[in-house]
């Protein structure tokens, strides 16, 4: 018989440091998104005046980071203690969570792919709602800014969708100087330019819907997600794979420690 460690009911070293090493990474990650997360609620005032996340109309990027922070952060403290201290609850906690989390992003691939025009509605109303809190918030700003300059689209469906927000808006009333235009990051940049002109979409929509496309990208953002998906389906299938593999990895160490735990309980 090879299998010593279970016939001594010892708790192995090796299964041990594996997942104390696997968590710290996660652990460590976590403080850091923590960090960044406070850092820029600091660097916009938020954490001295904390109404002001009740004021954002759209979505604030930073909630995001904080609450993947301290999940991660929560989950990598709950496995490296449990691995160290041999502690049954925390290593039971932190499987438990990890599968919940598998189960949740399984649950939602299914849907995503079973309900795919009522998922599309949803994003699309998830963008606009977001292009109407455009000016409300610069990380919102900037995150809007980087998905349109990545993705060559300008707005949700397309760029009229920016009358929606009060600065862009062609009603008359409007007095802001960007009346009839769009953010700077719908503009076709000129590879030559060093230098970005933030002022490029300006009047942009008082012109003929036919001279936009010499200024401006046209096509919708929804629109091309939908064409970037096809040709990317091996990747994102990749990266839920990998994933998923992680979490696995995580669920069969915390449970075989738990095991050789309970073993060794049992003996003494």
């Not at 660097?43 to 005046?49: A, P, Y």
Request: proline share 2%; charged share 20%.
């Amino acid at each position: 018989m090879y299998y010593y460690r279970y016939e001594n009911a010892e708790v192995s070293c090796c299964y041990k440091y594996l997942m104390f090493s696997y968590n710290i990474i996660f652990w460590l990650a976590g403080a850091a998104f923590i960090a960044v997360g406070f850092w820029a609620w600091s660097e916009k005032g938020v954490l001295l005046d904390l109404t002001q996340v009740t004021r954002l109309h759209g979505f604030d990027p930073v909630w995001l980071v904080l609450a993947v922070g301290g999940v991660t952060f929560t989950l990598g403290f709950a496995g490296c203690v449990g691995a160290l201290r041999e502690n049954i609850c925390l290593l039971k906690f932190f499987s438990g969570v990890i599968g919940f989390i598998f189960v949740l992003e399984l649950t939602a691939a299914v849907l995503a792919v079973v309900f795919q025009s009522q998922v599309k509605a949803w994003i699309n109303d998830f963008f606009l709602a977001n292009i109407k809190a455009y000016r409300d918030d610069i990380d919102l700003q900037n995150l809007i800014d980087s998905l349109q300059r990545m993705n060559h689209c300008c707005g949700a469906q397309e760029p009229t969708d920016w009358n929606m927000n009060v600065y862009f808006s062609c009603d008359d009333d409007n007095r802001s100087r960007e009346k009839c235009g769009v953010p700077f990051s719908c503009c076709i940049q000129d590879p030559a330019d060093t230098v970005v002109n933030t002022q490029c979409g300006y009047d942009v929509r008082s012109k003929s819907k036919g001279e936009w496309s010499d200024h401006i990208y046209t096509k919708g953002c929804m629109v091309a997600l939908e064409d970037w998906l096809p040709g990317n389906l091996y990747t994102v299938a990749v990266i839920f794979i990998v994933i998923s593999l992680l979490q696995m990895v995580g669920i069969y160490l915390a449970k075989t420690l738990i095991s050789d735990i309970e073993k060794a309980r049992f003996n003494y």
